[in-house]
């Protein structure tokens, strides 16, 4: 029993290090962050095998998930034939460029993908999320919901720190960022994936305001209204206004980024918010339909007020040149399908299609599912619908009827925000950022771990109740004194 928790406490503190570690120097995006998260996430899988029985909470679909997304870059690195290769998709110009310029002469085998430098860096810069995924989904909930508070104060240090750069200038801070020039981009090199990483967690803060209010109960309903209000003085009362803090403050960050596409998920996220909390606000004993009321009040509120910023503040560098990346990336990963050009390949095989108006490097196709089917071809197509399946299956396994515990409500906020971060990757390439791909993954981990709370706290009350009823009743038991001298009981 020791052994298992101590296996918890260092699973939890090889956790919090990538997830502290690893927004702070550039998202990951830099070789030595990006090594530095790749040996803590070796880390984390010396610790799962040291406690193998700890796989067995991941169900069959996450183990065939997570085999399939390494399998795909290990079977690019496979080395075949020459005449074989040249016969794969899109192969036929590289053999007679290869030719022209003497290269691989005399070699007989050649790997699939046509990068396999980058192809083996994908397969290292895939372990850190892969992990963080299978060891959050085996940690328990209390273990998660600390990390989660790990995550919010990353969104704290963002926020302020990105509010400082936009009031105070960039370049008058420590850190340096000449890509987000009168942009809040904190220690992000592009706004867009700060937008990323702060869409995907100010979800769960509204999260946990709901769960601390939707949770109090009040008494009766004949209870006055400033009993009500009062509970903003109680403990959960300040629990609650952190927050809602927490949540204001990411929203806030999240306009001065300018990010066009990160506002406007701010906007659907908190719709979404409303449509799956604001009901449990308005239950008999919490706040009734005033709170339904007022919370359909203030996000609509906050919606109209955000419309005119997504116009005229927000600003997108790439609006113009992003369609032709598009057609021409469409085009590409047409002529290497079914194989792909190999994982990791596109930043040196999208030059060969990208059109004289495009006159700037392209590293990536600015739509992430894009750039996997152009990568890894049908492969790597079943493996986003697979994964798409695998999340719409989650949440109905997470909505049930009756009061929902706090964890049930964190998994419905994160599975807010995993959503957020796979529409934003239809325009962007947030996925391919190491901190992004942890953060979603372990927010992913939040929303498909196994909850029997509520089932288990109902059958504990159950088993008490009926232990109850069992008991027999307390019967006063008169006391027999015995008689003197040894006289017989009829003789006395």
Known sequence: MQTSLSAYRQGIFWLLLVLLFAPLFRAGNLPLPLLLLELLSLGILVLMLMRPSGLLQLGTA???????????????????????????????????????????????????????????????ALLPPLLVFAATINQPRKNILKLIYVALGMVVFQSVLSL?????????????????????????????????????????????????????????????WRKRLGFLATARGHQASIYAAIGILAILCLVFTRSRVGIALAMLGLLLVLLVFARRLGGGNVYGTYGTAIAVIVVLTVEIGLAPVLDRFSMDPMEDSRWSIYATSVRGAMEYFPVGAGIGAYPEVYP??????????????????????????????ILILAGLSMYAIGWRRLWIKGRWRTFRYVQAGAGIGVFLLILHSFVDFNLHKPANAIYFAFLLAVFLKENTEEAELEERSGRKTRTRRLQAPAVTVPAILRPRNDLSLDDW
């Open 62 to 124: 996450h183990l065939v998930m997570l085999g399939g997304i390494l399998l795909l870059p290990v079977l690019m690195l496979v080395p075949v034939p020459v005449g074989l290769w040249q016969q794969l998709p899109g192969r036929e110009a590289f053999a007679e460029i290869y030719q022209a310029i003497g290269m691989g002469g005399g070699q007989d085998w050649r790997t699939v993908t046509l990068a396999p430098n980058q192809t083996e860096a994908a397969l290292w």
């Open 164 to 224: 400082m750069q936009y009031g105070g200038g960039i370049n008058s801070l420590y850190i340096s960022n000449e890509f987000g020039i009168k942009a809040a981009a904190g220690t992000y090199l592009n706004r867009d994936h700060l937008a990323g990483l702060l869409e995907m967690l100010f979800p769960v803060a509204l999260a946990l305001l709901a769960a601390t209010v939707g949770q109090h109960r009040f008494g009766s309903a004949q209870d006055p």
């Open 352 to 381: 060969h299609f990208q059109p004289a108006s495009i006159d700037a490097f392209v590293n990536h196709a600015h739509n992430d599912y894009l750039e996997w089917i152009f990568d890894g071809g049908a492969l790597a197509f």
